[in-house]
């Protein structure tokens, strides 16, 4: 089987297990687990913060970040296709009781400093106040799109000439370092805090990170509590996690099977796709009479495995568990199903 769904579904490698078994650990909620506390101390120095919280998952971590930064009854800007906004459950009112209020961000996938301004609500008598700006690297509903250090900053300096905090949601922000040959501690230069995933293309089998300043990493911490996200020995889990800090600079590798893919895609009568920043392909179905859904479901019944993303569109993702040979043998399964359409 073939498996594009998503970089989540890979197996952690011997290693990873090794690493598992052999930890050393203690209680994370008294700050014991030295592994835990390596992986923090790691990833923090990794994305250029003075601290980091390991968390189950990048939908927690994101969470923790918006309930820390934002107070009761504010407003959250962000890209009408954010994952925080779209994908997350409607967390930012369930949790935070904080209302989004979204721009369409377009290609550009962050908004222009003119978007935060225009979007930018100040408090008073009867308007909540802007607590908080949602930027998204890699922007995944739009692609894998890699986004330029310059539109951070530019989208972070106009939040803040406004007094308001800006969260990176970098579930993939190191594809998007790898990509642009952008120093990750750069990327994250002019935002308060990051989140970002080891289980996605790193590998690991699960966790994410959530950086920050010691001030704010100290009160994120109480929110995880609070999020029933405090776990004991976690250096259980923290170990592999420390193994996909190493998988960094592989991540080109999947961007260049994604290359691969998309090319190959393009190639198939009815099909095109895109060129793909980093490690996710979108294909578009519409020439060749297939919905997305159609076009997923004839697929798995080959044994290739990616998700419908639109009407007539596909998300297709490249990660550990899938080389060259895969990414071929992909492709005419794909066109052999297309052909018989
Ligand atoms: C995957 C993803 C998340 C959530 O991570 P989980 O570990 O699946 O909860 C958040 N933001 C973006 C952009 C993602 O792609």
């Known amino acids: 089987m073939i ?20 930890a050393a650990v203690g209680d994370d909620v008294y700050a014991d687990d030295p592994t835990v506390n390596e992986l923090e101390a790691r990833a923090a120095d990794l994305a250029g913060f003075e601290d ?32 925080v906004y779209k994908w997350e459950l409607g967390g930012i009112p369930q949790l935070s009781q904080v209302q989004p209020r979204i721009l369409d961000c377009g290609d550009r996938c ?42 951070i900053d ?66 994120a911490r109480r929110t995880r509590k609070l999020f029933g996200g405090a776990m004991r020995q976690a250096g259980m889990i923290a170990a592999p996690g420390l193994r ?15 290359a691969r893919l998309a090319a190959g895609l393009n190639d198939i009568e009815g099909l095109s796709a895109p060129e793909p920043d980093t490690n996710i392909v979108m294909v578009d179905s519409e020439a060749a009479g297939l919905t997305g859904e159609e076009l997923s479901a004839a697929c798995k019944e080959r044994d290739v495995k990616f998700h419908a993303f639109g009407e007539y569109t596909c998300r297709l993702c490249t990660h550990l568990d ?9 492709l005419d399964r794909i066109e052999s199903v297309v052909a018989e359409a």
């Open 3 to 22: 498996d594009f769904r998503s970089d989540t579904v890979t197996r952690p490698s011997d290693e990873m297990r090794d690493a598992a078994r052999d």
């Open 52 to 83: 980091a919280l390991y968390v189950p998952s990048g939908t927690m971590g994101n969470q923790i970040a918006i309930r820390t930064h934002t107070d009761r009854g504010q407003e959250l800007l962000c890209d009408e296709q954010a994952h």
């Open 110 to 151: 962050v908004p222009t400093p003119e978007q935060v301004r225009e979007g930018y609500v100040e408090e008073d008598l009867h308007r909540p106040g802007t607590g908080l700006l949602c930027l998204e690297n890699t922007h995944n509903s739009r692609g894998g799109v890699a986004v330029p250090k310059a539109d």
């Open 154 to 219: 530019e989208a972070a300096a106009a939040a803040h000439e406004l007094d308001v905090p800006v969260h990176l949601d970098g579930a993939r922000f190191l594809n998007a370092c790898v990509a642009l040959d952008t120093d990750p501690a750069a990327m994250t230069e002019h935002v308060d805090s990051v989140m970002f995933c080891l289980s996605k293309g790193l590998g690991a089998p699960v966790g994410s990170v959530l950086a920050g300043s010691e001030e704010f990493i100290e009160r």
């Open 244 to 258: 996909a800090l190493e998988n960094v600079d592989r991540l080109a590798e999947d961007h260049a099977n994604a």
């Open 322 to 330: 899938v080389d060259e040979g895969d990414v071929a043998e992909g």
